[in-house]
């Protein structure tokens, strides 16, 4: 029996001047650096559709019942790998890959507005900004409106904010593939011990509460 937490990492095919999108490239990168013995990774490639998003991401999650789900884009404004805090659930307008957006402009039909990531991001930046990999790291609380911050939304709501959600730069803007698969691999470990921290706090106050 196979003990081993599980942690679904996604990547974004190409779409509009991204030919090749760094996001999957990276992904592919941690693919061959693994996250450690004690969990199992599982990479997939999402396509930039709505509704693709929208059948894949429920299946990924009641399949696989992953410990943390992180989803990786592209964009071509950052100059560092950029963790994003939170999701919106409005204002999607622009048409994906097969020319369509979603008539109500929405993830989640009267979700929030927006769902945080129960992963404090600023405390993992802090943490892998001060190591020395040569990768720099920032926050972000606007994943974009694109389908980005649709994946991201949809699978915060799905996974009970156990998600985080990376924005790369384009390959060779400032670091390579093996960089940005090196940056993927520190941040998402570092994202498992704070979801895990997390986890033993919650468990503790369910006592302390039971207890009185």
Same mark, same amino acid.
């Given at each position: 029996m196979d003990t081993r937490k599980t942690v679904i990492v996604t990547g974004f095919e190409p779409f509009g001047e991204h030919k090749v999108n760094a996001s999957w490239t990276?992904?592919?990168?941690?693919?061959?650096l693994g996250?450690?013995?004690?969990?199992?990774?599982?990479?997939?490639?999402?396509p930039v559709e709505y509704k693709a998003v929208s059948k894949l991401l429920p299946s990924l999650w009641k399949q696989y019942q992953p410990e943390l789900v992180v989803h990786v884009g592209v964009s071509g404004m950052a100059t560092s790998v950029t963790l994003?805090?939170?999701?919106?659930?409005?204002?999607?307008?622009r048409l994906d890959n097969c020319d369509f957006?979603?008539?109500? $402009?929405?993830? &989640?039909?009267?979700?929030?507005?927006?769902?945080?990531?129960?992963? %404090?991001?600023?405390?993992?930046?802090?943490?892998v900004n001060s190591s020395s990999m040569g990768v720099a790291f920032s926050v972000s609380q606007d994943?974009?409106?694109?389908?980005?911050?649709?994946?991201?939304?949809?699978?915060?709501?799905l996974g009970n904010r156990r998600c985080a959600f990376v924005h790369v730069p384009p390959l060779g803007k400032r670091h390579s593939a093996e960089d940005l698969g090196r940056?993927? $691999?520190?941040? &998402?470990?570092?994202?498992?011990q704070r979801l895990e921290d997390?986890? %033993?706090?919650?468990?503790?106050?369910?006592?302390c509460q039971r207890g009185h």
């Open positions: 990276a992904v592919q990168e941690l693919e061959k996250l450690g013995e004690d969990i199992h990774l599982l990479v997939k490639e999402i994003e805090q939170c999701g919106h659930n409005h204002g999607y307008n957006c979603p008539n109500s $402009q929405c993830c &989640i039909d009267q979700g929030p507005d927006c769902i945080m990531s129960v992963i %404090d991001m600023e405390a993992v930046c802090e943490k994943a974009g409106r694109y389908l980005c911050d649709y994946t991201y939304y949809t699978s915060l709501y940056a993927l $691999q520190a941040a &998402i470990l570092e994202m498992v997390h986890m %033993d706090h919650n468990q503790d106050q369910d006592r």
